[in-house]
């Protein structure tokens, strides 16, 4: 034990940074899959049928592929059309990656989700004489949101386990921590049993605060 206490302060480290990963790529994984979504519920066959393929595409790739792809294959791109030495940030990257996986899926999440509501409350938001951006905001996005929570909670958990694969490419990442602990004193076990453990942990702190969102969008709804 004495080995496992000479690298907690590293192990917490990478915990943070796994921790940082993980919410920025929630954020803008959430506002992607809300534009996504509104592109696939558009009246309008240009905007909804390529948008359909691109989230298609990016639920049936691998995310360790999209990983690979948005670390090496984007600063390539960028160095081969700009002729510089530009190099993107394994955080970056990670960011890139798993929110672009984590909007394909919550796009759907959300497009079920509007779905799901009754249509005759758009017909009173319009009887009400809102505008589409009223409505949306006002009715639609609130309730969308109710319905989405649970789900989102879901991949919420797949996103927070899937910033290992960032490890890959260089991130300082809980994982990778743990590996440079594992190698530097030889006891991989002992550090990646830890690692796991830790894992384990950040999803039981995450499992109550979804747990108070969706009781905090079911409370205007009890009775």
């Not at 592109?39 to 995310?63: D, F, I, K, M, N």
């Not at 919420?156 to 602990?181: F, I, R, Y």
Request: aromatic share 10%; with cysteine; hydrophobic share 50%.
């Amino acid at each position: 034990m004495d080995v496992l206490q000479a690298y907690t302060g590293q192990l917490l480290q990478g915990a943070l940074m796994t921790v940082q990963l993980a919410c920025t790529a929630l954020l803008c994984g959430l506002a992607l899959g809300l534009l996504l979504a509104a592109c696939q519920l558009s009246r309008h066959g240009w905007l909804r049928r390529p948008v359909a393929v691109l989230t298609g595409v990016l639920r049936g790739v691998p995310e360790f592929l999209v990983v690979l792809v948005c670390y090496f294959g984007l600063s390539n791109l960028i160095n081969n059309h700009f002729d510089s030495a530009f190099d993107i940030s394994p955080f970056f990257a990670g960011v890139v990656s798993l929110a672009l996986v984590l909007g394909a899926y919550a796009s759907e999440v959300f497009r079920g989700s509007f779905v799901a509501l009754e249509r005759g409350q758009l017909e009173a938001a319009r009887s009400l004489g809102l505008s589409p951006v009223q409505t949306f905001f006002l009715v639609r996005l609130p309730q969308a949101w109710r319905i989405a929570i649970p789900s989102l909670g879901n991949l919420w958990q797949s996103l927070l386990k899937d910033t290992s694969l960032v490890s890959v490419v260089g991130l300082e990442d809980l994982l990778k921590k743990s590996n440079m602990a594992a190698q530097a004193s030889h006891q991989p076990f002992l550090f990646l049993m830890a690692a796991a453990l830790m894992y384990f942990g950040l999803l039981a702190l995450s499992d109550p605060v979804f747990s108070a969102l969706e009781r905090r969008a079911q409370r205007p709804y009890r009775r």
